[in-house]
Nanobody
Framework: QVQLVESGGGLVQAGGSLRLSCAASGRTFSSYAMGWFRQAPGKEREFVAAISWSGSGTKYADSVKGRFTISRDNAKNTVYLQLDSLKREDTAVYYC????????????????WGQGTQVTVSS
C-alpha cells in the first residue's frame, strides 16, 4: 500500500548538516502522517520527529528540537528531515515511517517502515 525508501545518509563531522529524504510510492501519500525514528547499535528505536498529513503540525523529540526540521512535499510524495548542528550522539540508522493516525509518537503507532539510512557523525 505504501512503500518507503530513505536516502541522504552519510558521514559528516560534528556541527555539520545532512538532509534525509523519504520517497513514498502510491497516490495516497497525503493521507498519512509521517515520522522519523532512529536506532543506534544495541539500543531501541526512538522517536525523532513527526509531521501531520497536511504538513501543518510537527513534533520533535527534546534531543533534536531546534536542530532538526521535518517537512513534506505531497506533490513529490516525499518527506524530509533536515539535520543541523549534528552531534556524535546523533549517529544511528534513521527510519522513515507512515501512520494512518493523526499523530503517532511510538513505533507501534506506525503502519509502514522504510529500510533506513545510516547517519554517522565524527568528531
Amino acid at each position: 500500500q505504501v512503500q518507503l525508501v530513505e536516502s541522504g545518509g552519510g558521514l559528516v563531522q560534528a556541527g555539520g548538516s545532512l538532509r534525509l529524504s523519504c520517497a513514498a510510492s502510491g497516490r495516497t501519500f497525503s493521507s498519512y502522517a509521517m515520522g522519523w525514528f532512529r536506532q543506534a547499535p544495541g539500543k531501541e528505536r526512538e522517536f525523532v520527529a513527526a509531521i501531520s498529513w497536511s504538513g501543518s503540525g510537527t513534533k520533535y523529540a527534546d534531543s533534536v528540537k531546534g536542530r532538526f526540521t521535518i517537512s513534506r512535499d505531497n506533490a513529490k510524495n516525499t518527506v524530509y528531515l533536515q539535520l543541523d548542528s549534528l552531534k556524535r550522539e546523533d549517529t544511528a540508522v534513521y527510519y522513515c515511517a507512515a501512520t494512518s493516525r493523526l499523530v503517532a509518537l511510538t513505533t507501534v503507532g506506525y503502519d509502514y517502515w522504510g529500510q533506513g539510512t545510516q547517519v554517522t557523525v565524527s568528531s
